[in-house]
Structure formats: C-alpha cells, structure tokens
C-alpha cells in the first residue's frame, strides 16, 4: 500500500475565470485542496458546480487562472503542453462517463493506446500486459471484439482497463457510473475498491450519492468552492446523507 501521510495532490489557491459573451464567469474560487495516497475521494454537487473544472484541472487538461496545482510531484503550471499530454499519459488515469474508446479498435488495441502513446513498454510486451490489465477487469474472452458488441459495463471496465495501462498511481474518474444501470454500476464501483485496496488513488466525481457514501472521503462543491470535505469518520459521527448534509452546509454558507 501506499503511503497516507504522502499527499499526491496538492491545489493551493485555485482560481478558474471563463470568459464569456455575458462577462467573465468564475468557475473555481481560491480552491486548496489536498488529497493523499491511497484516498477514494468522490466529488459531488450540481451541475455547474466546478466539478469537472477541478477535474480538468488536476488532469492538465484546464489550466488556473491562477494558483497553484502539484500531482505525484510535478508542479503542472511549469509544464507545455507537449510535455503535459506526457505527463498525463504516464501519470494520470482518465475515466469518463462516456467510454471514450475508439470505435474501430478492438478492446486490447484501446487498451495498448496508452501504452503506444508514451512509448511505455516494449512492442512485445504491449499485448500481454493489455490482456493482462482486461483479465483483471474480467474482460479477457472479449478482448479482441470491438466496442459496438459490448455492453456498456463492459465498455467501461475496458475504459479502466485502459486507465491503467501505464501503472499511474492516479484515476481520475468523471461520472464513470452515470451512463450504467445499477447493478453495472456496483460492479464498476466493486472494482475501484479493488484498486484503491491495491494502492491507487481514485477520484471520482459522481452524482449517485449511495456511492459517494461508500468512499474515503467525500467533498461537496458549490458555485466554485467547497462547502464541505468530510472523511468517513467523520461522516459516520454525524447524521444524515452527504448529499444532504451537503445542502444544510450550502444554506448555513450562503453561496
């Protein structure tokens, strides 16, 4: 396991300004924000909240308006872009709600991309590990069909499978659950707990609250700060749902 005093994350003074037809529009306002080695941390709040901004922010997809963002050591406001797509590709595991998976490949070959991309691993051993990485998430036997005859469960454990090509020590995961029925979902979520048990560190933002309730830590965002960043502990000491807890805090704020 990894080691939990050691922060992976670090945001200080996080500020994201959009700047629109209507006027600048601040999606992210003096965000500080540390997450450790081996957390599962789910993010929620409505839409509109900031969380995907956060995400993309810790991803390098987005850059701050201003502040400071460090993942696994590398402050990312130093990085180009060239060397930021570099950086992600061994660093950071993306997950989306949507699958992402190039339709004209088959399930191994989107789970070499990654691999491919950054130049991880010798040619010969791309396919083993790929097929390796899809046995872990139960997918072996489908591995060389496209993703048009696979389910959407089974779309998504590839997409995993995929995220992990690289080892990162990073998933982040942007509503993985939300296109999948409830049962699919379970299955997906039983299996980031598999990870984090394995040492990873998982981000998720997710809008199913029973989930958000089985992870880590949970923190609620709203209009571009976070109104409340609670631990399991601490969740278990206090009454009530997170999302609900969450909108006790929203009203005491004011925001």
């Not at 993306?94 to 490949?105: G, M």
Request: no cysteine; net charge negative.
């Amino acid at each position: 396991m990894s080691n939990n005093n050691q922060h992976l994350i670090e945001l200080s003074n996080i500020h994201k300004i959009y700047k629109t037809a209507a006027g600048e529009f601040p999606a992210l306002k003096g965000i500080n924000l540390t997450v450790n080695e081996g957390e599962f941390v789910a993010v929620i709040g409505k839409s509109g909240s900031g969380k995907t901004t956060l995400i993309n922010m810790i991803t390098g997809i987005d850059h701050p308006t201003e502040g400071d963002i460090s993942v696994d050591g590398t402050h990312l406001n130093n990085l180009k872009e060239g060397q930021l797509a570099q950086w992600r590709g061994k660093s950071v595991g993306v997950i989306f709600q949507f699958f992402q998976l190039l339709p004209t490949l088959t399930a191994i070959e989107n789970v070499m991309l990654p691999m491919d991309f950054v130049n991880m691993y010798n040619k010969r051993e791309r396919p083993e590990r790929a097929l390796h990485l899809l046995e872990q998430v139960g997918l072996a036997d489908q591995a060389y069909k496209i993703p048009s005859t696979l389910s959407g469960g089974q779309q998504q454990r590839v997409a995993i499978a995929r995220a992990l090509a690289n080892d990162p020590p990073l998933l982040m995961a942007d509503e993985p659950t939300g296109n999948l029925d409830s049962k699919t979902a379970n299955t997906i979520f039983n299996l980031f707990e598999n990870l984090v048990d394995q040492g990873k560190t998982i981000v998720m933002v997710t809008h199913d609250n029973d989930l958000a309730s089985r992870v880590n830590r949970d923190i609620t965002m709203a209009d571009g700060v976070v109104i409340r960043d609670q631990s399991t502990q601490n969740r278990a000491n206090s009454n009530g749902h997170p999302a609900e807890i969450a909108e006790v805090a929203l009203e005491s704020l004011d925001v």
